[in-house]
């Protein structure tokens, strides 16, 4: 499968746990998002990458969140001190770059925050 | 403020029907809008439009760009109930990047 792949697909967590949540491109896709998409609403952007670097981050973003792509490649997502209203599917998309910006979605990860 | 703005939010209809999406959007420096859709899980591509009146076919989709007026529409013929899915309208605003901002969604029912 040479889709965008998320892990976990679920995760459930206590009120000011960590979490952390890989996503692996498309291979040869050089951008890379984050989404966080609740009940009834659209994807909200989070962040985007070009290569390893972080080029955009919402200003709706907390400090709790932080998103690294080491090398380039596959990238993570931390939520420190979890909020129950961090509760939501987070969505990984992946593009080639700027002369093909169609995204293309992996699973996503459902967190739920108890 | 919603930069995109879909419409119906909901829709139900009957197989065969013929449906009309509506996404209007409101940014600065448009540089693409892309449709997709959503069944219970991640958003799959459909198309990507940047021109105006250059019509995006794909089976029984289609879909069509008016940049005078900023808006698109994505239209499905004969439907089937598979096509019973959240449609998901996105727009590429230059000014902010590599910013997509998603609308809502209009949820389509298809009944039997």
């Known amino acids: 499968d040479t889709g965008v792949s998320q892990n976990p697909r679920h995760k459930i967590t206590k009120r000011g746990q960590n979490v952390t949540f890989r996503c692996d491109p498309i291979?040869?896709?050089?951008?890379l998002y984050w989404y966080r998409q609740t009940l009834g609403q659209g994807p909200e952007f989070l962040t985007y990458?070009?290569?390893?670097?972080?080029?955009?981050k919402s200003r709706l973003l907390s400090d709790r969140f932080s998103a690294e792509r080491p090398k380039g490649s596959f990238s993570t997502l931390e939520i420190q001190r979890t909020e129950q209203g961090d509760s939501a599917m987070y969505l990984c998309?992946?593009?080639?770059?700027?002369?093909?910006?169609?995204?293309?979605f992996g699973p996503g990860t459902r967190l739920t925050v108890t | 403020e919603d930069k995109v703005v879909q419409s119906p939010l909901s829709l139900v209809v009957h197989e065969g029907d013929t449906v009309t999406l509506n996404c209007s959007y409101e940014?600065?420096?448009?540089?693409?809008l892309l449709w997709y859709k959503q069944e219970k899980k991640a958003p799959t591509f459909l198309f990507m439009l940047?021109?105006?009146?250059i019509e995006k076919k794909s089976g029984r989709l289609s879909s069509i760009l008016d940049k005078k007026e900023l808006f698109s529409i994505l239209n499905i013929t004969a439907t089937q109930t598979g096509d019973s899915a959240v449609y998901l309208c996105?727009?590429?605003?230059?000014?902010?990047?590599?910013?997509?901002?998603f609308g809502t969604g209009t949820s389509l029912t298809v009944i039997p």
């Open positions: 998309a992946s593009s080639l770059g700027p002369s093909r910006t169609e995204q293309y």
């Open positions: 990458f070009q290569n390893e670097a972080q080029l955009e």
């Open positions: 996105a727009v590429l605003d230059q000014d902010t990047g590599n910013q997509f901002y």
């Open positions: 940014v600065t420096n448009f540089r693409s």
């Open positions: 940047t021109s105006s009146g």
């Open positions: 291979s040869e896709h050089n951008r």
